[in-house]
Nanobody, 117 residues
Framework: QVQLVESGGGLVQAGGSLRLSCAAS????????MAWYRQAPGKQRELVAD???????NYADSVKGRFTISRDNAKNTVWLQMNSLKPEDTAVYYC???????????WGQGSQVTVSS
């Protein structure tokens, strides 16, 4: 059983920065995709960014140019650097790791990010 442990959430003023981290409890195949999702109150969970094993990234339009996803396969860790935060970025952020066709998937416990105006 793999556990994903998140850290780095919190409260920040608009325009500020936060960095989320997610570490897997054991080695996860480097072929897996690592991603961050978020869910705001009353809204569906949405993809924020993902990164393939080769380093290809994909971002939601709403965070392009402000957020950066990165990973270290040797450390089984993925990060999300969030800059120029806006109140609309307020949500619970979830780390996700999945195989390319979603035959296996794991979720973190969720980290609250609150951006005050």
């Amino acid at each position: 059983q793999v556990q994903l442990v998140e850290s780095g959430g919190g409260l920040v003023q608009a325009g500020g920065s936060l960095r989320l981290s997610c570490a897997a409890s054991r080695n996860i195949a480097s072929s897996n995709v690592m991603a961050w999702y978020r869910q705001a109150p009353g809204k569906q969970r949405e993809l924020v960014a993902d990164i393939t094993s080769s380093g290809s990234t994909n971002y939601a339009d709403s965070v392009k140019g402000r957020f950066t996803i990165s990973r270290d396969n040797a450390k089984n860790t993925v990060w999300l650097q969030m800059n120029s935060l806006k109140p609309e970025d307020t949500a619970v952020y979830y780390c996700n790791v999945h195989s390319p066709h979603w035959s296996n998937t794991w979720w973190g416990q969720g980290s609250q990010v609150t951006v005050s105006s």
